[in-house]
């Protein structure tokens, strides 16, 4: 069983048709990036109740609010997270110096067909008959060896800025996953390979930077389709164009504003898993924009790649019975590799009951393809 995150992508390849279109240079939406009206789940006028939460991280009630998110929600903003401004500023600089390079040159960064490092379009690609208006560049371990192919004799400050990023976000992620779970009354006892004392040693991740070019006609076209995370919790940074959506039962499609200084942070599957369905795995999307070029940044955050996650016992009892069967990240990326967006059905053991809610059926939902 692998138990580095780069054999975990690599046991379980995803075959993408590769097609770059040069986003510099393209007029009109190409056919082959043209998607169906994107009027599936049409946003209602929402009320300020249905606005993702925003939570000050210094707030007292900090951790009842993030537990009523998880639960409501399954996504909100976090201010007072600790990232400095300065690192933030870096981070989208050297977002931006990467994907205005020459599709050429960004192309020599290309990744392998069986890895997960470097410059691509999405992973959820292979699942869609259309392309995505976007272009990705994913940073699993060092990411020395694709800035060098990218930028020869400058990669340096690159390099610096992500992996100071990387620390950083591990340390918030350990901190953002121990508050998540210490609403449901979790402690370090319950959960033997994580400490909240913050062992980060044990835990994998991947950075994940996404551009999204103006676009043309941004309703033809899909900047990364619906799709729920595989991880147990991401933090996505967004500069300041709007595009990221999460789709609210009752409510449709709802936009996550972009706020100064913010970092948006959603459930994953696996955090869904550990839960036993109690907080919400979000499904989300990025649409595009006419205008406007949008850059963001996931670290997307997980456990040890070959620990058993399985619900956790002190949210089972009779009346909570285990919603899902045991599974390691690593498998269970070869089950989203294989059921993509019905990945998590095919680990339940039973149906919704018990008061639970459907807000991870998304096998009944229409996905806008
Ligand atoms: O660009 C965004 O806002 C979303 C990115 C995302 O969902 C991902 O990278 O998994
Ligand atoms: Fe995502």
Redesign the pocket.
Known sequence: MPSRLSDAFRAHPVHLHHNHLDFETVQEVPDSHAWPALVDYPSENLHDAESVPIIDLMDPNAAKLVGNACETWGVFQVTNHGIPMRLLEDLESEGRRLFFLPAKQKLKAARSPDGISGYGI?R?SSFFPKLMW?E?FTIVGSPVEHARQLWPQDYIKFCDVMEEYEKAMKKLANRLMWIMLGSLGITGEDLKWASPKGDIKSACAAL?L?S?PACPDPNRAM??AA?T?STLL?V?Y?NSTS???VLREGAGWVT?PPTPGAL?V?VGDLLHILSNGRYVSVL???VVHRTRH?????Y?YGPPTNIQISPLSKLIDPKHPPLYRSVTWSEYLGTKAKHFNKALSSVRLCGPKNGFIHLNDHSRMKLGC
Do not use: F, P
Not at 294 to 298: N, Q, T, V
């Open positions: 999405a959820i976007s990705g994940q996404n999204y900047g990364l799709h995370d991401t996505l967004q595009g990221l959506q996550v948006v959603n989300h999307r990025a949008r850059l963001s940044i996931a997307l």
